[in-house]
C-alpha cells in the first residue's frame, strides 16, 4: 500500500508583530460607548413613539370637539325646524298636544343616540352629559307653544259650546242650556285666566245671537246682539265700536244673502209662469199659491213680478193678442234688450217690461213678445248690444229729419218698420255666426230707409242663407 503523504497546517506570521500590547480597558471602553449609542437610540425611537401617540391623542380629541359641536348645532337645528313646525300645526282634538310632546322627546332621544358614530365613547358620555342638561330647556320651548295651541283649542271649544248651549237657552230649554254651561265650565276653564271664563260666556251669548240671526235671517237678533255689547262692562269702547261694526256687516250679508236666494226663487216662478202665460195655460189659483210678493213696493219695485202683476197678465192672457206692435212697442223692446245686456236692468225686470208691454199696454203681437223674450234668454253679443240704441235712434232722427222723435205717427211707423227690419237682419247674421259690425248696421239701416221701410218681412231662408251684400242686392232691387 502506498504510503499516504501528510501535510502541516502553515502559519501565517501575525499582524501585531512588532507592534505594542492592547490594553484591556481599551475594549471595555469601546463596548461602554455601543452600549450607549444603542441606549441612544432606543431612547429616541421612545421619543417618536411617544409624540406619535400624542399627536393621534390631539388628532382624536379634535375630532371629538368637532363631532360635539356638530351633534349640539343638529339640536340647535332640530329644536328651531320643531318650533316653526309646531307654530303650523292647527290642534283640532287635545290628544294631538299631547302627541306632540312625546313625539318631541322621542325624536331628540334619536338624534343623540345617531351621534354614537361619531366621536369616542368618551367624548359621547360627554356630550349626552351636556345634551341631558340643555334637554329640559329645549324641551320647555316646545311645550310653550304646545301649551299655546292647546290653550286656543280649549278655549275655541269653549266658546262653540258655550254658544250651542245659549243658543238651546234662547230656544226655551233653560234647564238643558245651564247643565252644559256648568259641564263647559268644569272641562275648559283650566284654559282661562282667572276671571275669563266668565267673559266668555257673556260673549258667547252675542255669538248666539249672530247665528240665529245668519242661520234664521232674524234681524231682531242681530239687534240685541248689539244691546249686549253696548251694555258689557267687560267689552273696552273700542272693541265694542269694532264688534258692532261686524254685527251690522253680517246682518247686511244676511239680509242680501235672503234677497239673493228670494231672487233667485222668485225668478225660478217667473220663468215658469211665462212659459204658461204664453200659451194661455196660467191660471189664477197657482199664482194665489205661489211665494212670490202679494205686490212690489219702494224704489226697485219696478224691477219687481208680484201677485199683482201676474193676475193682470193672466186676465189679459185669454184675450185676442194685439195685432200690430206699435212703435212705442218697439222701443220699450229695444231699450229692455240693451239694458238687460248691459245690466242696468236685471232678468226678473226685463221681463216685467216686456210682459207689460205686451200684457198692460198690449204694445206688442204676441210674436214679437215671444221674439223679445227670446232675446233676454239668449242675449245678442255685447258688440251688437252696443250699437243697436244708437243706430236705432239715429235710424228714427234720419227718417223725422232731424228731429230726436217722430213728428208725425207715419214717421215713426216708418222709423219702427226700419229697426224691425234691421233686428230681423241682425238675427239672420248671428245664424251664420256671424256678429255684423256697427258699419253693416248703418248701410243696411240707409238701405231700408231709402226703401221707406216697405221691405217685405225676410224669411227664414232669407236670415240663414242671404249675406249682407246679397241682402242688399235685394233691399235694392
Known amino acids: 500500500m502506498p504510503k499516504i503523504p501528510s501535510y ?61 359641536a356638530d351633534a349640539v348645532h343638529a339640536e340647535n337645528d332640530f329644536t328651531l325646524n320643531k318650533e316653526r313646525e309646531l307654530e303650523a300645526r292647527v290642534y283640532t282634538d287635545p290628544q294631538q ?17 345617531s351621534q354614537k358614530d361619531n366621536m369616542s365613547q368618551e367624548a359621547y358620555a360627554n356630550y349626552l352629559n351636556r345634551s341631558k342638561l340643555k334637554e329640559a330647556s329645549r324641551l320647555r320651548r316646545l311645550e310653550g307653544i304646545i301649551w299655546r295651541k292647546e290653550v286656543t283649542l280649549g278655549q275655541s271649544k269653549a266658546a262653540i259650546a258655550l254658544r250651542d248651549a245659549h243658543i238651546l237657552e234662547m230656544s226655551g230649554n233653560e234647564s238643558a242650556a245651564q247643565e252644559s254651561i256648568e259641564a263647559i265650565k268644569a272641562g275648559y276653564e283650566q284654559y282661562f285666566p282667572p276671571g275669563a271664563f266668565e267673559e266668555m260666556v257673556e260673549s258667547s251669548k252675542i255669538a248666539a245671537l249672530k247665528t240665529l240671526g245668519t242661520q234664521n235671517g232674524d234681524m231682531e237678533a242681530f239687534e240685541k246682539a248689539k244691546e249686549i255689547v253696548r251694555s258689557s262692562t267687560a267689552i273696552s269702547a273700542e272693541e265694542a265700536l269694532a264688534e258692532l261694526q261686524r ?27 211665462l212659459g204658461k202665460i204664453i200659451t194661455s195655460d196660467l191660471r189664477q189659483d197657482e199664482i194665489e199659491q205661489s211665494r212670490l ?17 201676474w193676475t193682470l197678465y193672466a186676465e189679459d192672457s185669454y184675450k185676442t193678442p194685439p195685432e200690430t206692435t206699435t212703435p212705442e212697442g218697439l ?15 236685471d232678468k226678473e225686470g226685463a221681463y216685467r217690461q216686456l210682459l207689460d208691454a205686451r200684457y198692460v199696454d198690449r204694445a206688442l203681437t204676441q210674436q214679437e213678445f215671444e221674439w223679445a223674450i227670446e232675446k233676454i234668454q239668449n242675449q245678442y253679443p255685447r258688440a251688437v248690444i252696443n250699437d243697436i240704441e244708437t243706430i236705432a235712434e239715429t235710424n228714427l232722427k234720419t227718417v ?21 227690419e234691421l233686428l230681423y237682419w241682425i238675427d239672420g247674421q248671428i ?32 236670415l240663414t242663407q242671404l249675406s249682407p251684400e246679397e241682402l242688399l242686392k235685394r233691399i235694392k232691387q
Open 247 to 273: 254685527i251690522d256687516k253680517l246682518k247686511e250679508y244676511t239680509q242680501n244673502k235672503a234677497s239673493s236666494a228670494k231672487k233667485v226663487r222668485n225668478l225660478a216662478i217667473d220663468e215658469d209662469f
Open 400 to 420: 223725422a229729419k232731424g228731429w230726436p222723435w217722430g213728428t208725425h205717427k207715419s214717421e215713426r211707423e216708418e222709423a219702427k218698420k226700419v229697426n224691425l
Open 8 to 68: 502541516r497546517r502553515r502559519r501565517l506570521p501575525s499582524t501585531n508583530v512588532g507592534a505594542a500590547p492592547l490594553d484591556p480597558s481599551a475594549a471595555n471602553q469601546a463596548g461602554t460607548a455601543v452600549g450607549a449609542g444603542l441606549a441612544s437610540i432606543g431612547k429616541g425611537l421612545g421619543d417618536i413613539g411617544q409624540a406619535l401617540a400624542e399627536i393621534e391623542a390631539k388628532k382624536r380629541e379634535l375630532r371629538d370637539n368637532a363631532a360635539i
Open 293 to 309: 210678493d202679494e205686490s212690489t213696493k219702494g224704489m226697485k219695485g219696478f224691477q219687481q213680478l208680484s201677485k199683482e202683476q
Open 97 to 113: 298636544a299631547d302627541e306632540d310632546r312625546q313625539l318631541a322627546a322621542s325624536e331628540l332621544q334619536q338624534l343623540r343616540d
Open 331 to 345: 222701443d220699450v223692446v229695444i231699450s229692455t234688450i240693451t239694458d238687460y245686456g248691459k245690466n242696468v236692468v
Open 431 to 462: 245664424a251664420k255666426d256671424k256678429v255684423p259690425t256697427r258699419e253693416e248696421m248703418n248701410e243696411i239701416s240707409a238701405q231700408l230707409i231709402a226703401q221707406d221701410g216697405t221691405l217685405p218681412k225676410p224669411t227664414d231662408e232669407d
